[in-house]
Every structure is written in C-alpha cells, then in structure tokens.
C-alpha cells in the first residue's frame, strides 16, 4: 500500500492548529497561572476553618482533609502530612502555595481573597481530579 502524500496529512492538521486561536494558552498552562474554576477539586461548599489544619496520607488517605476550606484572609493555614510521598503543587488561583517535595509540615498565610487550588502531583492532577483540595480565602 502507497502511503498519502504528507502534504495531504500536514494540512487538515495546520487548519485545526490555526483554528485554536492566536497564541492561545494550553489549559494546563492557563490553570497554572489563572483563576480557579469554581468547582475546583470538586469543591462547591466550604468548610469553615477551625484548626486550620490541612492533613493528608496517613489515616487520611490520599486526600486532604478537610479538601475544601474556607477561611478569613491572613489565618495562617497548616499543611500536615508527608510531602515526599505526596508532593504539594498549586493548581491555580493567585500564587501564594509553594511547590514542596520533602518534610511534613507547612505553614502559610493567604492574604489575597481568593480561590486557591492545589493538589498531589502523584496522586491528582493539576485540574483538581483525584488528591487535590481548594481554600477559599474570604472575609
Ligand atoms: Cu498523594
């Protein structure tokens, strides 16, 4: 069997990535560094912070616990946990959630009200699916 000529490969192909827009970003990309949808990671209510405690692995599994919280700007957050087997990224929102790979516990403060989104680059994906969680940072 002669194959087609490339030509006629390459152009339906040129027409679909012309059709995508002028410059636009990958959704990855866009996530990264934009706003969170709304439902991030699944969460549509909030819990309203009490500890302020975020834990995850261990006796919580691979989750975090609570996923979705909700808190007033500059409460300090605690992240409880073993960041080597579940690193913690950021999945969107505004920057304010350090990349962290080793250790167990890290604390920080949000003071942007916002939506926050993060999750287990080994066990979630950047887009909220499985181990992932939202802070929602509100008066
Ligand atoms: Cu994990």
Redesign the pocket.
Known sequence: MVPPPLARLLLPLSLLASACGEGAPSPARELATGACPSSYAGCTSFTVASGETIS??AAVG?EYAPRCLRASPGHELRFEGDFG??PLEQGCGPTAIPATASGSELSLTLSAPGLYGYY?S???TRSGQG?AGAILIAP
């Open positions: 995850f692995g691979f087997f579940h287990c080994s066990h979630g181990m």
